[in-house]
């Protein structure tokens, strides 16, 4: 009887002995196993992590490249803008032509206000301008670069204004007779502003000279 006890408690310390250490044994694999596992999942993590750097590291690269070949298009257009802007500025005084100048004549008999005489001047101004503008470039850019001197004279009929348009003519200098349209002051039709030139100015005295000053 107290041998079948002891048998007994020696297969049950025995099963316990193999029970523990299978314990361990399967522990140990299922540590190894989630390492393992862990390695791989930390080794696709990495080189799908490595892969989009590179992705990055590339389109980057293409952004640099792409924004200093635009860069270097701005470049180029503000180049041609600067030089384009700097001819415009590149002014030189012509000896040929010389000094350049305008002169208005206004007519002195209708008793316009000074305000419509203002306004047939600008008239007369910028219709003379017009016309150098097709005829006479290079006077007309002389006579705007250098001062654009304007003069005001006297005449006392539209005769008077018709004699220097004419004379104008004889001399080849650039001329505008102003017919007002006769809305306020003045019958429609009437000439107001005679502008002479502009032209180099022994070209416009010789129309003008002895005219007094208005």
């Keep these: 009887m107290q041998l079948n006890k002891d048998i007994f408690n020696s297969n049950t310390l025995i099963v316990s002995l193999l029970s523990l250490f299978s314990g361990i044994l399967l522990g140990r694999f299922f540590q190894l196993k989630c390492l393992k596992d862990d390695k791989c999942s930390n080794g696709l993590t990495n080189n799908d992590t490595n892969k989009n750097n590179e992705n990055n590291n590339q389109n980057n690269n293409n952004n640099n490249k792409n924004n200093e070949e635009n860069g270097d298009n701005e470049s180029d257009n503000e180049s041609e803008e600067i030089d384009g802007e700097y001819d415009?500025?590149?002014?030189?005084?012509?000896?040929?032509?010389?000094?350049?100048?305008?002169?208005?004549?206004?007519?002195?008999?209708?008793?316009?206000?000074?305000g419509k005489i203002i306004a047939q001047c600008c008239h007369a101004s910028l219709g003379a301008r017009q016309k150098a503008l097709k005829d006479t470039k290079k006077v007309l850019r002389q006579w705007e670069n250098f001062g654009c001197a304007k003069i005001t004279l006297k005449a006392n009929s539209k005769e008077e204004l018709v004699d220097l348009r004419n004379k104008?003519?004889?001399?080849?200098?650039?001329?505008?007779?102003?017919?007002?349209?006769?809305?306020?002051?003045?019958?429609s039709g009437s000439a107001t502003v005679l502008a002479v030139g502009p032209a180099p100015k022994d070209m416009v005295d010789a129309v003008t000279k002895h005219l007094k000053l208005y």
């Design 88 to 114: 415009d500025y590149e002014i030189e005084y012509d000896e040929e032509i010389g000094d350049c100048k305008q002169v208005l004549v206004i007519r002195t008999d209708l008793g316009m206000t000074k």
């Design 168 to 187: 104008a003519k004889e001399f080849g200098v650039v001329s505008y007779l102003v017919l007002d349209s006769g809305h306020t002051q003045i019958p």
